[in-house]
């Protein structure tokens, strides 16, 4: 079963835009919505985005999603300090399965 | 409030079983699809299995195939992960998780704190 595509870090200081990207084929982000999760240190992860760019309620209006063919994206504007964490995207499968990318690990300078 | 709380994790011999439960409070458990995901230690995450609301459909990742096998019991707001032929590999924690919809879509809104399973000799 394939695996999404993540870069392995990324940085930034306070107040910077950061970008995640995702790469995936046609036959899961290709076809289907993509999910952002967010995991704080030693906790379980949490939903970040849903349906290529949604956000539930209480997610604060710093992140977004977007999609684009068989990639796509998380933006985390106006970085802060509590935003270091690991962020995974996800997709469902044709193949019937569900796939995570490989994580990116997000550190605040 | 929703709350997901495992159990059964700990430490079991390579080609041992091991039997993880879910318990589910704080919403119709039956309408929602649910999963189990897991988390090598150091490692990102990996979803394992998925099953309907019914219970009527599961799936599973290629790495579990043969060896694992979901199922709830929706009368009593349980999930289940029968874990058999465990190899070294298997050892993560294993997460439940909530789906948003009836069928599995990985629109998962609700995690349970994980459980540990350790596959060694």
């Known amino acids: 079963q394939s695996v999404l595509t993540q870069p392995p870090s990324a940085s930034g200081t306070p107040g910077q835009r950061v970008t995640i990207s995702c790469s995936g084929s046609?036959?899961?982000?290709?076809?289907?919505?993509v999910y952002w999760y967010q995991q704080l240190p030693g906790t379980a992860p949490e939903l970040l985005i849903y349906?290529?760019?949604q956000r539930p309620s209480g997610v604060p209006d710093r992140f977004s999603g977007s999609k684009s063919g068989t990639s796509a994206s998380l933006a985390i504007s106006g970085l802060r300090s509590e935003d270091e964490a690991d962020y995974y995207c996800?997709?469902?499968?044709?193949?019937?399965?569900?796939?995570f990318g490989t994580g990116t690990k997000v550190t605040v300078l | 409030e929703v709350q997901l709380l495992e159990s059964g994790g700990g430490l079991v011999q390579p080609g041992g079983s091991l039997r993880l439960s879910c318990a589910a409070s704080?919403?119709?458990?039956?309408?929602?699809?649910m999963s189990w995901v897991r988390q090598a230690p150091g490692k990102g995450l990996e979803w394992v299995s998925a099953?309907?609301?019914?219970?009527?459909?599961?799936y599973y990742a290629d790495s579990v195939k043969g060896r694992f096998t979901i199922s709830r019991d929706n009368s009593k707001n349980m999930l289940y992960l029968q874990m058999n032929n465990l190899r070294a590999e298997d050892t993560a924690v294993y997460y439940c998780?909530?789906?948003?919809?009836?069928?599995?879509?990985?629109?998962?809104?609700?995690w349970g704190q994980g459980t540990l399973v350790t596959v060694s000799s």
């Open positions: 998780a909530k789906d948003r919809v009836v069928t599995p879509t990985g629109w998962f809104d609700s």
């Open positions: 704080g919403f119709t458990f039956s309408s929602y699809a």
């Open positions: 099953i309907s609301g019914s219970g009527g459909s599961t």
């Open positions: 046609s036959s899961n982000i290709g076809t289907n919505y």
């Open positions: 349906r290529n760019n």
């Open positions: 996800a997709a469902w499968d044709d193949s019937l399965s569900y796939v």
